[in-house]
């Protein structure tokens, strides 16, 4: 056998006895054979929903547990959110949450129904997510100057349109009211598909969505893309420009991370977010998560505690600088 053999079979051997040792402790962790439930507190088909389904499978094999995806929408995301922080904290509920209804909710919110820090442990980043500024192709500005210049002809007659108060693509439309210096109403729907249809239909002039949720409507024609609304531009949309390239300091990266409830015990979390790495590191999910413009967020329980720490900081501010709230 020559020595490039011998080291590809010791790196084949090496990671098998990997994913053995952890399915080991991970059937050692999860001793009773019933499904993992991933609540998610946005609506099917969200940007949210599609990316945990494309990691969950693969958790699922490494854990030897099935994985049950439970969406459930309204209240800005609360009313899911609320149910996981209340559910046994045994690891067999858990709470799958993008950046900002678990970090801007507490501050928009006079009575959200839980604390972010006190109610949830965070188990691991899954990934961050691309947001585009998207329109119906009959829709007469083809770029941000052009959107801002209409919006001035017309003030308040143009609208856009979120997934629910308090969402991102909510506080993103604010935000370029007040940076663009327009005023574009906000329609509010219950979840990104229905604000999409709406979109695409031409009741609602614009929309800041996630790539992960309008990537098939782009793909087939039925949403143009304006602008990307990060600070920077997508790997996946190279020659679109960012907003921020009109509208300098603009713009806003989501992340999607998976939480248990407070006294979830340590060694379930940890056997949670040692399947969530390996998981990310799997090239079918790497390559799954680019189709959705989102790359790959790993960290250690403790990072992801700290950026979330410092993420509730900056939010706060945000919020009260806005003076948005939801009653």
Known sequence: MTTTRR???????GGMALLQGMQAHAAETYPQQKPI???????????????????????????????????????????GIVAAARAPADGYTLLFNVSSAHLVNPFLYKNPGFSPEKDFVPVAPFATGGMVLVA?????????????????????????????????NHLLGEMFNRAADVQITHIPYRGAPAAATDV?????????QALASSG?????????????????????????????????????????????????PPAIVAALADATRQALRDPAVIQGLASQGAKPYLATP???????SSDLARWKKIVEESGAHVD
């Not at 403790?302 to 979330?308: E, G, P, T």
């Open 7 to 13: 080291m590809a079979c010791t790196l084949i051997a």
């Open 37 to 79: 439930t991933i609540i998610v507190p946005q609506a099917a088909g969200g940007a949210s929903d599609v990316v945990l389904r494309i990691v969950a499978q693969k958790m699922s094999t490494l854990l030897k547990q099935s994985v049950v995806v439970d969406n459930r929408p309204g209240a800005g995301g609360n009313i």
């Open 136 to 168: 119906a192709p009959t829709f007469a500005p083809n770029n941000v100057n052009e959107l801002i210049e209409l919006a001035k002809a017309k003030p308040g007659e143009l609208t856009f349109a979120s997934a629910g108060n308090g969402t991102l």
């Open 200 to 208: 695409m239909s031409g009741r609602v002039s614009i929309a800041y």
């Open 216 to 264: 098939a409507f782009i793909k087939g024609g039925k949403l143009k893309v304006l602008a990307v609304a990060n600070k920077e531009r997508l790997e996946s949309l190279p020659g679109v420009p960012s907003i921020a390239e009109t509208v300098p300091g603009f713009g806003e990266t989501p992340w999607y991370g998976l939480f248990a409830p407070a006294a979830t």
């Open 302 to 308: 403790a990072a992801f505690r700290q950026s979330i």
